[in-house]
């Protein structure tokens, strides 16, 4: 009996822990996964070049059976999404993270409760001086964490692990923004169940192993 060519997952390297853990969890072994450099968030005009080369490789290899990205549109504007159909390759549902994780009734409905709402992921929260306070040049400058934050007025933490030490640590980030705090346990949320779907071998692959 042959085993199914495995599925090639391409992630933001921002999602590797959590998609390492789902994939885990869900115990699909034809899974394989590579990561695109979680900084490119800061360059998205560069996310499809980067997709594009490496889904490219991958096709060169001629050893997986389906190529998915596990990517939000994460503001490239629709061109990751166009490079991906025109390569044959497969895309969680989103338009960022923050969607799959939640599903995408739940984050609309968060938004429709207040639009003025920024989001932190566990990645984001374990990461918060490097990539915002840092990122933004906020201790160099403090006076502009008003300008950036004028038009939110609250975080909210959409969980995926149950973490005490991340919750403690993601109202701490609330509060030097000066910003309510709210808390919600998403868990992997969507993405566990695209995983699911991906995981399932495709129906050729399927009747070859039946024949076998």
């Given amino acids: 009996m042959s085993a199914p060519r495995p599925v090639l997952l391409i992630g933001c390297g921002a999602l590797a822990r959590e998609i390492s853990w789902a994939i885990t969890r869900g115990g699909w072994p034809n899974m394989e996964l590579v990561c695109l450099p979680a900084d490119l968030h800061n360059r998205p005009q560069d996310i499809p070049g980067a997709m594009k080369a490496r889904i490219r490789a991958a096709k060169e290899t001629g050893k997986y059976s389906k190529i998915l990205a596990i990517y939000g549109d994460c503001g490239t504007g629709g061109a990751l999404d166009a490079v991906l159909a025109?390569?044959?390759?497969?895309?969680?549902?989103?338009?960022?993270?923050?969607?799959?994780?939640?599903?995408?009734?739940?984050?609309?409905?968060?938004?429709?409760?207040?639009?003025?709402?920024?989001?932190?992921?566990?990645?984001?929260?374990?990461?918060?001086?490097?990539?915002?306070?840092?990122?933004?040049?906020?201790?160099?400058?403090?006076?502009?964490?008003?300008?950036?934050?004028?038009?939110?007025?609250?975080?909210?933490?959409?969980?995926?692990?149950?973490?005490?030490?991340?919750?403690?640590?993601?109202?701490?980030?609330?509060?030097?923004?000066?910003?309510?705090?709210?808390?919600?346990?998403?868990?992997?949320?969507?993405?566990?169940?695209?995983?699911?779907?991906?995981?399932?071998?495709?129906?050729?692959?399927?009747?070859?192993?039946?024949?076998t």
Wanted: proline residues 2%.
């Fill in 86 to 211: 025109a390569e044959g390759a497969g895309r969680i549902a989103g338009a960022h993270c923050y969607e799959f994780y939640t599903g995408s009734r739940a984050f609309t409905a968060l938004n429709d409760e207040e639009a003025g709402s920024f989001y932190l992921t566990d990645y984001l929260v374990r990461f918060f001086d490097r990539l915002v306070i840092e990122g933004l040049g906020l201790e160099r400058y403090p006076h502009l964490k008003d300008e950036y934050f004028r038009n939110y007025k609250r975080v909210v933490y959409l969980a995926q692990s149950d973490d005490a030490a991340l919750r403690k640590k993601a109202r701490q980030a609330a509060s030097r923004l000066g910003l309510d705090y709210v808390y919600r346990h998403t868990g992997f949320g969507g993405l566990e169940s695209y995983l699911a779907a991906a995981g399932t071998p495709p129906e050729e692959e399927k009747d070859d192993l039946r024949k």
